[in-house]
C-alpha cells in the first residue's frame, strides 16, 4: 500500500518530504529498510522488551523520583538510544517515554530516521498520529 501510494504522490512531486506514522505493528523490518532507501522519513509505535525497558531504568527511576518529589500526579521523561532487533541489520535511533503515575510506570517506544528532539518527536509528531486517526471524536459525531 505505501508504495502504491508514495510512488503517486513521488511520481507529481518528486522533491516532496513524506514522513510514514504509524503503530507498532507497522515497524516491521522491510517497511523501515523500504522507507530509507527511498529518502522516506518513519515514526512507528514499537513494542517493549526487557532489553528496551533495561536501558529506560535510569529514565523510570528518575520520573518516580519526580513524582514523589511533587512534580506532579505523573511524571514524564524522555531519552533515546541506538537499538537493533535481532531481525533488524542495522541499529536504529530509538526513542522512549517513561512515565510514573498513580499505577506505577509505563514505558513507551519508538523507532524513528527523524531528527529532533525526543520529546518533541513522540509528542508533537508520533502522537499527532492517533489525533489524525480520529477526526470523528474531535468533532463529536461518534
Given at each position: 500500500?505505501?508504495?502504491?501510494?508514495?510512488?503517486?504522490?513521488?511520481?507529481?512531486?518528486?522533491?516532496?518530504?513524506?514522513?510514514?506514522?504509524?503503530?507498532?505493528?507497522?515497524?516491521?523490518?522491510?517497511?523501515?529498510?523500504?522507507?530509507?532507501?527511498?529518502?522516506?522519513?518513519?515514526?512507528?509505535?514499537?513494542?517493549?522488551?526487557?532489553?528496551?525497558?533495561?536501558?529506560?531504568?535510569?529514565?523510570?527511576?528518575?520520573?518516580?523520583?519526580?513524582?514523589?518529589?511533587?512534580?506532579?500526579?505523573?511524571?514524564?521523561?524522555?531519552?533515546?538510544?541506538?537499538?537493533?532487533?535481532?531481525?533488524?541489520?542495522?541499529?536504529?535511533?530509538?526513542?522512549?517515554?517513561?512515565?510514573?503515575?498513580?499505577?506505577?510506570?509505563?514505558s513507551r517506544f519508538i523507532v524513528t530516521n527523524l531528527v529532533g528532539?525526543?520529546?518533541?518527536?513522540?509528542?508533537?509528531?508520533?502522537?499527532a498520529r492517533g489525533q489524525a486517526e480520529n477526526p470523528g471524536l474531535?468533532?463529536?459525531?461518534?
Amino acid at each position: 500500500m505505501l508504495r502504491h501510494v508514495i510512488g503517486r504522490i513521488r511520481a507529481r512531486w518528486p522533491a516532496v518530504d513524506i514522513v510514514v506514522r504509524g503503530d507498532s505493528h507497522y515497524a516491521r523490518t522491510q517497511a523501515m529498510a523500504w522507507c530509507e532507501r527511498k529518502r522516506i522519513g518513519y515514526i512507528f509505535g514499537l513494542a517493549g522488551n526487557p532489553v528496551l525497558l533495561g536501558r529506560v531504568g535510569d529514565l523510570a527511576e528518575d520520573a518516580g523520583l519526580g513524582r514523589i518529589g511533587g512534580e506532579g500526579d505523573k511524571v514524564r521523561r524522555y531519552g533515546e538510544l541506538r537499538y537493533a532487533a535481532k531481525s533488524w541489520k542495522t541499529e536504529r535511533r530509538v526513542i522512549a517515554r517513561v512515565e510514573a503515575g498513580p499505577q506505577g510506570a509505563d514505558s513507551r517506544f519508538i523507532v524513528t530516521n527523524l531528527v529532533g528532539l525526543p520529546k518533541s518527536l513522540y509528542e508533537k509528531v508520533y502522537c499527532a498520529r492517533g489525533q489524525a486517526e480520529n477526526p470523528g471524536l474531535r468533532r463529536g459525531r461518534l
